[in-house]
C-alpha cells in the first residue's frame, strides 16, 4: 500500500465515529537507516488520523 492510499483512508477512518484509537504494532528506530523513512512516514500517517479526528469536528467530509 502506497501513502497516496492509505492517507485517505487514514482520514476517512478517523472521520467516521466508530473509530476511537489505532495501534501501532511495531516500530523500531534501530532498524531505521540514517534519514529515518520508517518514523517519518509514522508521523505522516499520525497527522492524517489526527486531520480526519478534526475534519468529523468540523463537519468537513474526509473524502
Do not use: C, H
Request: overall charge positive; hydrophobic content about 45%.
Amino acid at each position: 500500500m502506497t501513502p497516496n492510499v492509505l492517507f485517505p483512508l487514514m482520514r476517512k477512518l478517523a472521520a467516521s465515529k466508530d473509530a476511537v484509537g489505532i495501534d501501532v504494532v511495531k516500530y523500531s528506530p534501530y532498524q531505521d537507516n540514517w534519514s529515518f523513512p520508517t518514523a517519518r512516514l509514522f508521523n505522516r500517517i499520525m497527522l492524517q488520523y489526527v486531520t480526519g479526528i478534526a475534519m468529523r469536528r468540523e463537519g468537513i467530509d474526509p473524502g
